[in-house]
């Protein structure tokens, strides 16, 4: 199941796995099977879709990202999305969510 989730695009992303920007805010990387802890996404009546995704990247600096400070759009369902944001704590757990307004 893939909810436009391109590997082959640079950019944050969710579907049957999740594209992370890394600590460096310019690498991303895919998480899939085992390495993703959580995937959610949630379609209201409204039309607006939400998308969460969580992983562990170790620890290191606490960092947080969106498409202002990357430039990156976020996908879901093959949508593009500059609504979004990734936390990544110092513990190393990582959150990336994206909105999509209807």
């Not at 640079?10 to 594209?19: E, V």
């Not at 879709?49 to 600096?61: H, R, W």
Request: charge should be negative.
């Amino acid at each position: 199941m893939t909810f436009g989730v391109s590997h082959a695009l640079a950019n944050p992303g969710i579907g049957c796995g999740c594209d992370i920007v890394l600590r460096d805010g310019k690498t991303v990387a895919t998480f899939t099977g085992s390495n993703v802890e959580h995937i959610e996404i949630t379609r209201a009546e409204s039309g607006n879709v939400n998308a969460n995704c969580k992983v562990d990247l170790g620890k290191g600096s606490e960092v947080k990202f969106d498409f202002t400070s990357t430039g990156f759009p976020c996908f879901i369902n093959g949508v593009a999305t500059n609504d979004w944001q990734e936390v990544i704590s110092a513990s190393g757990q990582t959150t990336l969510s994206c909105h999509i307004k209807h």
